[in-house]
C-alpha cells in the first residue's frame, strides 16, 4: 500500500523523503517504507529490460541530488592508493622491467605518462587478454616507478565520509545485487540444448544492470568498501538468496540454481551431508576426483560417455591417480556463503562475460575484496577447468580466465596466503591431471602391443588448440614466487603426481618412418606437441629451477632427481624397452630425461652436489642414453632424406627442436645428458653405440667396396658425416660443462652474428633465454647490451634512392671472426642448413680481406674450448679410445685412397676430432703402457688408448671382407706367412670366421664393433652375477645381426697396409697441396715456435697444425714424421677403383664444376646487366640524341633508327609498323599540393592544430577558374588557364622501344600467363621486357627524317614583324602533320588509342571543367594541360628551377618530344576561330570591337590569360614540326603580355600615394627613345590606364595599413617584375629544350633570369657584366607598346562595375609556388600515437580499428573500416583518390607503418619510425620507442614527387577497394 503511493510521487522527493526517514535514530519505519518499495520496484519477474527500476535505485541511492553530482561527492572521499584501472583486450598498455618485481606488471598510458621511466627498459603493448594497472601496488612493481599521484598517496588524506551519504547504498544495493542473481539464475540453461544464444540473451539484457554497478565501482574506494561489506556479508546472503517461503518465483529460481550446481560435477554440501551417512568411506577414496567426477563411485559411468572409443585405459588412470591427493573436502564441494561466490559461480557459468569480469576486477583495489575474491576464485578453480574444456569459445575464454587470476596471483603475499590455506598447488596440480586425463591414448613407442604407458593425443583440441595455457600460465606464475615454489618442492607427493604429469609427455607424437609410400595426410599435430612440452613441462622446470640456486636448496635438487629417476624406471618398464630400440620410429619429446638432465646440470653447476651422487647404475645410463641419441641419428636421418616420404612436417620438427625457443629446453639438455652418459660408461661401448645408431658400421672398413643393408648410396655420406660431427659437437660442447653463464652468452651471440648481421630485435630472440623471465639474462639487461657491444659494431642503415629500406644491423668485430668464430656451435644453432654454408662464406671473405688466407676455400677454424668441469672429465675418455682412433685410422686411409663417399667435411671433422685428442689429454696410470695381455687382444689395432701414442703405431696388415668382385680379390689369393698386424673387420657379418682363426689369435683376431658394443652391455648388466668369468659368453647373441638375405659371396682378403696415422696424415699433405714431399725433412724445425699463422686457412693448414702439435707433444712421434718426410715418397699410385666408387666421386667433382661453371655464368650476366643499366639510364629521348649529334654540316638523309627491345631489330619509326616508347601514365596531384611558403606543414597532434588547404597550388587555380567562369565566355575560360595540378597526367618512360605489333603479342602473351603478377595485364599494364620496369602505355614514335631537324634550327635573319605575319599564316592553314591526315594510317590509330589511354588515366571530374561537360573546348583544355602538367612537374624533380641545367635524373624518364607530337597531331581536329585568335590580340591594336552581342558573355581580358598555356596553345596548334624561329617569336610576343601582366599585378601592391607618384615620374619617360623599354614609361602607363575607372585600384583601400608597410625602390620593383616572370621563361625555355634539343646551360640562382632570357634569345647573349639587368630590355614590340597596353588594359576597365573587384584578384596572380612537401612529422612516434590512436573518426564517430593518417594532407581514415564505405569503395581507397588521383601515401598508426595506394595495388612501403637500433617496429610488437627517421622519410617524400613508386617498391598486391 505504502509502496504504491511512493511509486505515484517524483523519484527525487521520494528519495529525499525516505533518506530524511532513514537518518532518525529510530528509522524503523522508513526501513519499512524502503523494504516495501524496493520489493515493488525490483521484483525479478518483471523482464530486465525495464529500465524503471535501475532509475529508482539511481535515485535512491543518490538522496535529493542528482545522481551525477552524487558521484562527484563520492569520489572526493576515494581513499584509494592503487590505480587499479582494468582494461580489456586490444587496450595499449606499458611495462616496464626496471621497475617491475613481477614479469606480469603493467601500467596504463596515463600512470605511465605521469610517472618518471627516463632510460628504463620499458615497451607499449596491446595487451591480448586485458589486464590492470599496477601503479601503487608495491608487491608487484617499486615505488620509484609509481606515478606521482600514487607515489604522493593522495588517498590517505582523504577525510572520512559521511554516515548518511552511503546510508541509501548500503540499503538498496543488496536488493539490486540479488536481483541480478536471480535473473541469472533464472536465464541459466543447461548448454546441453542450442542454448548456447539464449546465455548471449540473456547477458544483453543484463547489460545496464551490469554497467551499472561497474560504474559504481569507478566511484573509488569509499563505495568500494561498501560494495565489499555487502559482497562478503554471508548474513545478508543468506537471508535474501534463499528466497522467501512465499515467493514462488524466488523458490523456482533457488532450484534452477541448485541444479546448475549438480551439473557442474558439483555436489552443494547438504547433499554430501545425506550421501555421506550411506558412504563413510567415499571421501577419502575418491580424493582429487571427487571434485571431477561428481563423485570417483560414479566415475566410470560418467567417463563411458566421455571416452566411446572404449579406452578402457583412461578409467584405470583416473581411479589410479585419485589416491594420492590430500584433502577430498575442498575438493568435491562448493558451497556459496555469499554473494560474491554466486556471483563467480554463474560468472563461470556463462563463460566470463566481459562486462562480469570488469566489475569482479574493477573490486580489486579495496584490500578485504582482494583475499575474499582470490580465496572464492581458488575454490572454483576445478570448475573453471571444467567450464572451459566444455567450451566452444575457449579462446575468449581463456583470456578473460587469465585476465583475472593474473591479477591474484602475480602478488607473493597473496599467493603464499592461498597456498597456505586453500592448498591452492594442490588444486593446480590436480586440476591440471584431470584435464590431461581426458585426451589420453596408449603409447606406441617401442613394444606396441604390450605398452602400458599412456601419453597425451596431440590431435585433441585440449593441445591443439592451447586450451591448458590458462591454467599452465597460473602455474608458472605461482611458481615464480620462491615461498610458493619451496612448497612445493618439500611437498613430495605432490612432485611425484607432478612427475606423472609430465610422464604423459614422454614420448608424444610418435613419428614412425614411412619406408614404402609418400604419407597420405601431413598431420601438423607436432605444433602442439611441442607446443605443449615447452608450456607444461619446460617452463615450470625453468620455474623451479630459479628457486634451486645455492647450496641451501640441495635437498630439493636431489628429491627432484630421485623421482625423475623414479619415473623413468617406471617409464622404461611401460614401454617395455631393455636393451635395443624399435627401428624406424622417434619421438621429440623426452620431458623427464630433460627435468633430469637441467637438474643435475643445476645441481653441479650452482649448488656444488658431486655427480657421482645423483647418478643410476651403469645399466640405467644406457638406458638414458638411448633415446636422446636416437633424436640425434634421427636429426641426420631427416637432413639426409630418408624420412622423405613422411612429408614437410618431418623437416619442420627437426627445425623447431634446435630453434631459438626451444634449444635450451630441447636439443641442449639431450646432448648435455648424452655427455654425462659418455663420461660415465665405457667410451668404446659409447662410440660403436654412435656409429650403430648413425647406421655407418657397414661403411667403416678398409675395402673399397662394401654392403650396406641400412641406407642407400646417396645416404651414407651424409650419415658418415653426421656421426662425426655429433661426436665433434659431443667432446667439444661447454654449454652446461663449466662455462659460465657470461661466456654461454657470447658463444650464443657470436654463432648468430657469424651466420648473418642481424638487427637487434632478431638478435634478441635468436638468443635463447631461460624461459623464465626471472632468470639472470633477461634480454636487454645490461648484460646484453654490453656482451653485444663488446662483439659487434653496429652498421646504420644506407639510404640509397630506389634500394631495399635497410635498418640497423650488427656485424661481428674483426676480432671474433679471427678469435672465436666457432663452426661447432653454428651448426648445432642452424634452423637451416644454408646459414652453416652463409657462415663459411662470410668467414672466408674476412679472411679474404684481412689478408689471412686468400688462396681456396679456407676449412672451418679449430677453437680452443674452455676447460671441463672437473665432474665430466671422464668425456675426454671417447677421444682416447681404441674404437674412435680404429675408425680414424680406417678414414683417413679411405680418404687417401679416395673411397666413395668420403668428402672434405668427413676429413674436416676426422682431423677436428685428433686435434681435440691432442688438445685434451687423460691421465693415465702408468701401468696402461705395459705392452698388450693375451686377454686383451680383441682390440690389439693398438697398443694402448692414448691419442698421442697411438698416432705413429704403425698397422701392417688388416683383414677384412669383401664381396668377391672387389678389386682386392683379384689381386692376391694368399694371405702373406707373416701377418704382423690385427687384422679388422667392421662388417657385421664376421662373427662367422672366428673359429677358423682361433688357434692363429695373435695374428688375425677380428674386431667387429656390433659384436663389441653387445658384449660390453651384456659384461656391465652379468658384472655382479657370478658368471663375470665368462666376459665372452654371448657372443653369440650377434648372431641375430646377420640381416636376412645378405649375399653370400663374401671373402675374407688380407690388405697389406704399412701406414700409420701420422704417414697417412702427411700422405694426405701431399694429396691436398697436389705436391710430392710437400712436407721436406726438416720442415718442423723450420716451424716457427707460434702456431698462429695455422689458426685460418685450408686442410693443409690443419694437418700441419695437427703435426706440429703431435711433434711437439711427444719426442716419438717427432721422430716418426721427420723420419716419414725424410723418406722420398714414390708417386701414389692410386687403386684401380671400381667403376662405381668412380663414379660417386666423379659426381662430387662434377658438382664442383657444375658450381663453379654457374657461378662464371652468374658473373658474365651481371657484368653484363650493369653495362646495359648504365647505358639504359643514359638514353635521353631518341629523338633529341639524334637531333643534337647532327650539326648543319652534315646534312645526311638519314632518319631516326629504334632498337625494339622484343625482337631485336633495329630501324626507323614507320606509319605501317610505328615503333613506341614504353611509358607509364598516372594521374598525379603533387603539383596540387604545393604551397606558398617552403616550410612543410605539420601534422596536428593536439586538437588544437588544424591544417587549412585552401592555401595549396590546386585549389589557387580552381577558385581562379571558377571565378573566370562567371564572368566570361566558358570557351574562352578554358583557353586562358592550364588544368591538371590536380589529376594531371603524368607520362614517364624508361627510355626502351619497341615494334607497337610486338608489344600486342608481348601483352597477349602475358595474358595467357598464369602466374601471379603484381599488375592487371587487363588494364594494360605490363613490364619493360628489357629492364622489368612497371609501364601501361606504348607511346608512338612520330616517323621522322633527321634533315628537317636542321632546317629547324637555321638561324634566321627575318625581322620580327614578319615573323610574326608567318605565324599568322601558319596558324590560318588547317595544322599541317607529316602524318597523312586523309588516311587512317597504322601510326594514326595508334595515336589516338594513345590518347584514349592518357583520357583514361585520370578521372572524370578531373578533366570536365567547363560549363558543358565533353564539349572540344573541354577537350582542348585537358590536351594542352597535359603538356602542361609533365613540363611543369620536370621543373619541380629539376628543383624548380633551371639553374643546374643539364640533364636531370627526371629528364631521363621525361619523354615529352613524342608526348607533343601525340598531342599535337590530336589538336589539330581543332581550329582556333580567327575571330576569337589570341594571336591577333597579342600583336596588333584591333579596331574596338562594340559588336558584342549583348547576351554573350566577354571574351577573358588579355591581362587575365595565363601566358605559358597560350604558349603551349599556340605550339599545339601550328602545324608540325614548328621552325624553331617562330618558336621564338611566339615566346617574345606572350613575354610582352607577361611583363604587361607583371605591371599590372605591381601596381595594384602599390599604396594611392605610390601609384601617384610612379604614374608622374614614368609620364616623363614616355617620350624618351626607348620608352618601350623603360619599366617606368610602362609602368606608369599601366596604372594611368586602369585608373580610367574608379574600381580597379579602389578595392583594397579599406586596408592600407598592411599595403604600405613597405616602400618600392626601383630595385624591388626590378625583382618583383622577374620573380613574376620567372615561371614563364622557365617553362619556355623547357619546351625549348625538348623540341629542338638546346641544351640547358647551369648559372647561379641570381642569374637565372638573364641565363634564361639569353637562352631563348630574348637578349644579347653577351650581356655587360656591369650593368644591372633589367627585365624590360628582353621586351620586343612589333607594334606600338603603349597602344597595345592601353588596349590589354581597356579590356579590363571595359568591365561592369559588379566585376571589378573580382577583376582584382584575378590581375593579382601568383606564379610562385614551393616545392610539394608531405607533412613535417614530429620526432617521436609516441607523440602520434597518443594522439591518433583513441581519436574518433569523423564519419562514424566511431574509434576505428585501424585508424591510419595521410601523409600528404592530413586527414585521417578508417583502414578497411566498413563504417566509412562509400559506393564499394573503402575510406582509405576513396581519399588516395580525392586527394592524389589515386595515389594514397597513409600512415598505419597502430602499425607505425606506411603503405602506398597506387591506382587499384597497395604496398607495405616500410616505416619512417625507427628504435634506438635503427628498425622498424611493424605492429609494434616490441612497443619499443621510435624515432623519426629523416633520410627515410626523405626517401618517401622524393619517390612521391618523383612518381616512382611503381618502380622502387617491388612487393604489389591489388587492394580490391577494401582499403
Known amino acids: 500500500m505504502m509502496a504504491a503511493l511512493l511509486l505515484r510521487r517524483d523519484k527525487k522527493s521520494t528519495a529525499a523523503h525516505l533518506k530524511s526517514d532513514l537518518n532518525r535514530t529510530d528509522n524503523s519505519s522508513g526501513v519499512r517504507q524502503l523494504q516495501e518499495l524496493l520489493d515493488s520496484v525490483l521484483n525479478p519477474e518483471k523482464p530486465p529490460a525495464d529500465t524503471e527500476a535501475l532509475d529508482w535505485c539511481k535515485c535512491l541511492i543518490a538522496g535529493e541530488e542528482g545522481f551525477e553530482e552524487f558521484c562527484k561527492t563520492v569520489r572526493s572521499y576515494d581513499n584509494a592508493t592503487l590505480c587499479g584501472l582494468v582494461w580489456t583486450a586490444n587496450f595499449v598498455a606499458y611495462r616496464c622491467r626496471t621497475c617491475g618485481i613481477s614479469p606480469c606488471m603493467s ?291 581463456s583470456n578473460r580466465i587469465v585476465h583475472i587470476s593474473v591479477q591474484l596471483f602475480s602478488n607473493e603475499d597473496l599467493a603464499r596466503h592461498v597456498t597456505e590455506e586453500c592448498q591452492l598447488l594442490d588444486i593446480m596440480v590436480t586440476v591440471l591431471l584431470y584435464m590431461m586425463e581426458s585426451c589420453l591414448i596408449k603409447s606406441e613407442l ?210 623447431t627442436y634446435v630453434q631459438s625457443h626451444f634449444c635450451n629446453s630441447m636439443i641442449d639438455p639431450d646432448i648435455f645428458l648424452l655427455q654425462v652418459c659418455a663420461s660415465r660408461l665405457d667410451p668404446d661401448y659409447f662410440i660403436s653405440s654412435v656409429f650403430e645408431r648413425f647406421k655407418v658400421v657397414d661403411l667403416l672398413t678398409m675395402a673399397s667396396v662394401h654392403q650396406n643393408t641400412a641406407l642407400d648410396g646417396e645416404q651414407e655420406r651424409p650419415m658418415l658425416e653426421g656421426a662425426l660431427t655429433f661426436l665433434v659437437i659431443l667432446s667439444s660442447l661447454r654449454i652446461h660443462l663449466g662455462m659460465a653463464d657470461d661466456e654461454i652468452l657470447r658463444a650464443e651471440m657470436v654463432s648468430q652474428l657469424c651466420m648473418n648481421d642481424r638487427t637487434h630485435s632478431s638478435l634478441l630472440d635468436l638468443i635463447p633465454e631461460n624461459p623464465n623471465p626471472k632468470s639472470g639474462i633477461v634480454p636487454g639487461s645490461c648484460s646484453f647490451e654490453e656482451m653485444l657491444s663488446a662483439v659487434a659494431d653496429f652498421k646504420a642503415p644506407v639510404f640509397e634512392l630506389g634500394g631495399s629500406m635497410q635498418q640497423g644491423m650488427y656485424t661481428p668485430k674483426a676480432e671474433v671472426w679471427e678469435k672465436e668464430f666457432d663452426p661447432i656451435m653454428v651448426i648445432l644453432r642452424t634452423v637451416y642448413r644454408r646459414d652453416v654454408q652463409s657462415a663459411m662464406d662470410r668467414y672466408s671473405a674476412f679472411l679474404k680481406q684481412s689478408g689471412m688466407h686468400t688462396t681456396g676455400n679456407p676449412w672451418p677454424p679449430y677453437k680452443e674450448r674452455t676447460p671441463l668441469h672437473p665432474c665430466y672429465k671422464g668425456l675426454d675418455r671417447l677421444l682416447h679410445c681404441k674404437t674412435l682412433h680404429i675408425v680414424i685410422f680406417t678414414l683417413l686411409y679411405k680418404i687417401w685412397l679416395d673411397h666413395s663417399n668420403m668428402s672434405e667435411h668427413v676429413l674436416c671433422m676426422v682431423l677436428y676430432l685428433i686435434e681435440l685428442g691432442l688438445d685434451n689429454q687423460v691421465e693415465e696410470d702408468k701401468g696402461d703402457e705395459e705392452p698388450c695381455i693375451e686377454e686383451h687382444c680383441h682390440d690389439s689395432w693398438f697398443p694402448g688408448t692414448n691419442l698421442l701414442s697411438n698416432l705413429h703405431h704403425v698397422i701392417n696388415y688388416v683383414r677384412v ?353 598464369q602466374v601471379m603478377q603484381g599488375f592487371s595485364v587487363d588494364k594494360g599494364e605490363f613490364t619493360c621486357p628489357l629492364c622489368r620496369q612497371f609501364a601501361n602505355s606504348v607511346l608512338p614514335c612520330r616517323p621522322g627524317r633527321s634533315t628537317e631537324v636542321v632546317s629547324w634550327h637555321m638561324p634566321s635573319n627575318k625581322k620580327t614583324s614578319v615573323l610574326v605575319k608567318e605565324v599568322e599564316d601558319l596558324q590560318e592553314q588547317l595544322g599541317f602533320f607529316p602524318v597523312s591526315t586523309t588516311t587512317e594510317s597504322n601510326l594514326s590509330k595508334e595515336m589516338e588509342l594513345v590518347i584514349k589511354d592518357i583520357k583514361n588515366t585520370t578521372q572524370r571530374k578531373y578533366m570536365d571543367y567547363g560549363k558543358n561537360p565533353g564539349s572540344p573546348d573541354n577537350d582542348f583544355l585537358f590536351m594542352y594541360s597535359v603538356a602542361r602538367t609533365n613540363l611543369e612537374l620536370e621543373l619541380v624533380h629539376r628543383g624548380g628551377n633551371l639553374c643546374s641545367g643539364g640533364a636531370s635524373g627526371a629528364a631521363k624518364r621525361s619523354c615529352l618530344n613524342q608526348l607533343f607530337h601525340v598531342l599535337a597531331m590530336h589538336m589539330r581536329l581543332y ?217 590589354w588594359c581597356s579590356e579590363v576597365t571595359g568591365l561592369a562595375d559588379t566585376q571589378a573587384e573580382k577583376s582584382m584578384t584575378l590581375l593579382v596572380q601568383d606564379l610562385q609556388w614551393a616545392s610539394p612537401h608531405l607533412l613535417h612529422l614530429p620526432d617521436n612516434y609516441n607523440t602520434i600515437f597518443q594522439y591518433y590512436h583513441k581519436k574518433a573518426c569523423t564519419a562514424c564517430k566511431k574509434v576505428p580499428k585501424d585508424p591510419a593518417l595521410c601523409l600528404v594532407c592530413g586527414t585521417f581514415v578508417c583502414l578497411k573500416g566498413l563504417c566509412c564505405k562509400q559506393h564499394g569503395i573503402c575510406e582509405c581507397v576513396w581519399h588516395s583518390q580525392h586527394c592524389g588521383a589515386a595515389t594514397g601515401i597513409f600512415l598505419l598508426i597502430n602499425a607505425s607503418v606506411i603503405i602506398i595506394i597506387r591506382g587499384h595495388r597497395f604496398c607495405l612501403w616500410g616505416s619512417v619510425y625507427l628504435d634506438a637500433h635503427g628498425e622498424e617496429d611493424r605492429d609494434l610488437r616490441r612497443g619499443k620507442p621510435l624515432f623519426l627517421c629523416v633520410e627515410r622519410y626523405r626517401v618517401l617524400e622524393q619517390q612521391w614527387v618523383s612518381h616512382t613508386f611503381d618502380h622502387i617498391n617491388k612487393r604489389w598486391g591489388p587492394h580490391y577497394n577494401g582499403l
Open 961 to 1313: 671382407r669383401v664381396p668377391e668382385t672387389a678389386p682386392e680379390v683379384k689381386r692376391e689369393r694368399e694371405p702373406p706367412a707373416s701377418t704382423s698386424a690385427e687384422a679388422s673387420n667392421f662388417g657385421q657379418n664376421s662373427r662367422r670366421l672366428t673359429g677358423n682363426w682361433r688357434e692363429n689369435v695373435r695374428e688375425a683376431q677380428v674386431f667387429s664393433l656390433v659384436a663389441e658394443r653387445r658384449r660390453k652391455f651384456q659384461e656391465i648388466i652379468n658384472r655382479s652375477s657370478t658368471e663375470a668369468s665368462q666376459a665372452v659368453r654371448p657372443k653369440s647373441s650377434s648372431t641375430r645381426w646377420v640381416p636376412p638375405g645378405t649375399p653370400p659371396q663374401l671373402v675374407t682378403e688380407i690388405l697389406e697396409i704399412h701406414e700409420s696415422m701420422l704417414s697417412l696424415l702427411i700422405k694426405l699433405h701431399q694429396k691436398l697441396s697436389a705436391k710430392q714431399n710437400s712436407l721436406s725433412a726438416t720442415w718442423l724445425e723450420d716451424m716457427d715456435a707460434n702456431l698462429n699463422r695455422h689458426a685460418h686457412g685450408d686442410g693443409i693448414t690443419a694437418i700441419e697444425r695437427i703435426l706440429t702439435k703431435a711433434a711437439t707433444r711427444s719426442h716419438q712421434s717427432k721422430r716418426s714424421i721427420q723420419e716419414i718426410c725424410g723418406k722420398v715418397f714414390p708417386p701414389v699410385a692410386p687403386k684401380k677403383n671400381s667403376p662405381t666408387a668412380k663414379k660417386t666421386m666423379d659426381k662430387e667433382e662434377r658438382r664442383q664444376r657444375a658450381r663453379e661453371r654457374q657461378q662464371k655464368l652468374l658473373a658474365e650476366f651481371a657484368s653484363r646487366q650493369k653495362s646495359f643499366m648504365e647505358t639504359a639510364m643514359d638514353v635521353e629521348s631518341p629523338d633529341t640524341e639524334a637531333a643534337m649529334d647532327l650539326g648543319a654540316s652534315e646534312v645526311k638523309e638519314s632518319e631516326v633508327l629504334y632498337d625494339c627491345v622484343i625482337c631485336g631489330q633495329s630501324g626507323p619509326s614507320t606509319e605501317d609498323r610505328p615503333t613506341g616508347l614504353v611509358v607509364l601514365l598516372q594521374a598525379s596531384s603533387v603539383l596540387g599540393h604545393r604551397c606558398k611558403s617552403d616550410e612543410a606543414k605539420k601534422l596536428p597532434t593536439t586538437d588544437e592544430e588544424r591544417i587549412y588547404p585552401a592555401d595549396t597550388c590546386g585549389a589557387a587555380h580552381d577558385v581562379r577558374l571558377a571565378l573566370m567562369q562567371s564572368f566570361f565566355k566558358d570557351s574562352s575560360c578554358l583557353q586562358s588557364v592550364s588544368i591538371g595540378w590536380d589529376g594531371g597526367v603524368y607520362v614517364q618512360t624508361c627510355g626502351h622501344t619497341l615494334h607497337i605489333d610486338c608489344h600486342k603479342s608481348y601483352m597477349e602473351s602475358l595474358r595467357n600467363d
Open 1471 to 1687: 581550329s582556333i576561330d580567327s575571330a576569337y585568335n589570341p594571336w591577333t590580340r597579342l600583336t596588333q591594336v584591333a579596331p574596338s570591337r562594340d559588336n558584342c552581342l549583348d547576351d554573350e558573355r566577354p571574351e577573358v581580358p588579355m591581362l587575365f590569360r595565363d601566358c605559358p598555356s597560350l604558349l603551349i596553345i599556340f605550339v599545339l596548334t601550328m602545324p608540325q614540326p614548328l621552325r624553331k624561329e617562330h618558336f621564338i617569336c611566339l615566346v617574345r610576343m606572350l613575354y610582352n603580355l607577361q611583363y604587361t601582366q607583371a605591371l599590372a599585378a605591381l601596381s595594384a601592391k602599390f599604396s594611392p600615394e605610390e601609384r601617384q607618384a610612379w604614374s608622374t615620374s614614368g609620364t616623363l619617360k614616355k617620350n624618351a627613345f626607348n620608352a618601350e623599354k623603360s619599366y617606368e614609361a610602362l609602368l606608369s602607363h599601366v596604372i594611368t590606364e586602369l585608373s580610367k575607372v574608379k574600381t580597379v585600384y579602389d578595392v583594397n583601400t579599406d586596408e592600407p595599413s598592411m599595403l604600405s608597410s613597405s616602400v618600392w625602390s626601383p630595385q624591388s620593383i626590378e625583382y618583383s617584375l622577374q620573380q613574376f616572370c620567372l615561371p614563364y621563361l622557365r617553362l619556355s625555355c623547357l619546351l625549348q629544350h625538348h623540341l629542338y634539343g638546346d641544351n640547358l646551360s647551369g648559372c647561379p640562382e641570381e642569374e637565372e633570369f638573364s641565363g634564361l632570357a639569353g637562352c631563348l634569345g630574348l637578349l644579347d647573349p653577351a650581356p655587360q657584366p656591369s650593368n644591372p639587368m633589367y627585365s624590360a630590355s628582353c621586351l620586343d614590340w612589333t607594334v606600338s607598346a603603349f597602344e597595345l597596353m592601353s588596349q
Open 446 to 655: 617401442q613394444d606396441e602391443e604390450n605398452s602400458r604407458h599412456v601419453v597425451v593425443n596431440c590431435s585433441e583440441a585440449l593441445l591443439k588448440n592451447n586450451t591448458y595455457w590458462p591454467l599452465v600460465s597460473d602455474f608458472i606464475n605461482i611458481l615464480s614466487h620462491q615461498s610458493v615454489a619451496k612448497k612445493f618442492l618439500e611437498d613430495h607427493s605432490l612432485l611425484m603426481l607432478w612427475m606423472s604429469f609430465v610422464s604423459f609427455f614422454q614420448g608424444m607424437n610418435l613419428n614412425k618412418r614411412e619406408l614404402s609410400e609418400h604419407v597420405e595426410f601431413e598431420s601438423q599435430t607436432y605444433y602442439a606437441a611441442f607446443a605443449a612440452e615447452l608450456e607444461a613441462c619446460a617452463q615450470p622446470m625453468w620455474g623451479l629451477l630459479t628457486h634451486c640456486k645455492v647450496k641451501e636448496t640441495q635437498e630439493y635438487t636431489k628429491t627432484v632427481v630421485r623421482y625423475c629417476l623414479e619415473t623413468l624406471q617406471i617409464w622404461f618398464d611401460a614401454i617395455g624397452f631393455v636393451d635395443e630400440l624399435a627401428p624406424n620410429q622417434v619421438t621429440f619429446h623426452l620431458p623427464l630425461h630433460r627435468y633430469y638432465a637441467m637438474f643435475l646440470s643445476k645441481a653441479v653447476k650452482c649448488q656444488g652436489l658431486d655427480l657421482e651422487s645423483l647418478l643410476p647404475d651403469q645399466e640405467m645410463l644406457m638406458r638414458i642414453m638411448v633415446h636422446p641419441l636416437q633424436i640425434q641419428a634421427s636429426l641426420s636421418e631427416i637432413h639426409s632424406n630418408m624420412w622423405v616420404r613422411n612429408g614437410l612436417q618431418i623437416k619442420g620438427q627437426a627445425m
Open 107 to 397: 601500467l596504463c598510458a596515463e600512470c605511465f605518462n605521469n610517472g618518471d621511466h627516463t632510460g628504463h627498459d620499458f615497451n607499449m603493448f596491446r595487451s591480448q587478454a586485458g589486464g590492470a594497472c599496477d601503479c601503487g601496488d608495491s608487491n608487484v612493481m617499486r615505488e620509484t616507478g609509481f606515478c606521482r599521484r600514487h607515489r604522493l598517496r593522495t588517498g590517505e588524506n582523504v577525510p572520512s565520509v559521511p554516515r548518511d551519504l552511503l546510508l541509501m547504498s548500503e540499503m538498496v544495493l543488496p536488493r539490486f545485487i540479488i536481483c541480478i542473481i536471480q535473473y541469472l539464475r533464472d536465464g541459466y540453461t543447461e548448454p546441453d540444448t542450442s542454448a548456447e544464444r539464449d546465455l548471449q540473451k540473456v547477458l544483453q539484457q543484463l547489460e545496464p544492470q551490469i554497467t551499472f554497478l561497474e560504474e559504481l565501482t569507478k566511484m573509488g574506494g569509499a563505495m568500494r568498501t561498501v560494495l565489499t561489506k555487502i559482497l562478503t556479508n554471508q548474513q545478508t546472503f543468506k537471508d535474501l538468496s534463499m528466497g522467501q517461503e512465499e515467493n514462488v518465483f524466488a523458490k523456482k529460481n533457488y532450484e534452477n540454481y541448485l541444479s546448475a550446481l549438480k551439473n557442474s560435477g558439483l555436489v552443494s554440501v547438504e547433499e554430501k551431508a545425506q550421501n555421506g551417512a550411506a558412504e563413510p568411506t567415499r571421501g577419502s577414496e575418491t580424493g582429487a576426483l571427487g571434485l571431477l567426477g561428481a563423485a570417483a563411485s560414479s566415475s566410470s559411468e560418467s567417463s563411458k560417455e566421455e571416452d566411446q572409443d572404449g579406452q578402457s585405459i583412461g578409467q584405470r588412470k583416473r581411479v589410479k591417480l585419485s589416491s594420492s591427493t590430500k584433502d577430498p573436502s575442498i575438493m568435491d564441494s562448493l558451497k556459496h556463503k555469499c554473494f560474491l561466490e554466486e556471483l563467480l559461480f554463474w560468472t563461470i557459468k556463462y563463460e566470463f562475460p566481459q562486462k562480469m569480469v570488469t566489475f569482479l576486477l574493477n573490486m580489486l583495489p579495496d584490500q578485504d575484496y582482494k583475499i575474499t575474491f582470490t580465496k572464492t576464485f581458488v575454490q572454483h578453480y576445478a570448475f573453471i577447468m571444467k567450464t572451459l574444456m566444455k567450451s566452444q569459445e575457449s579462446d575468449t575464454m
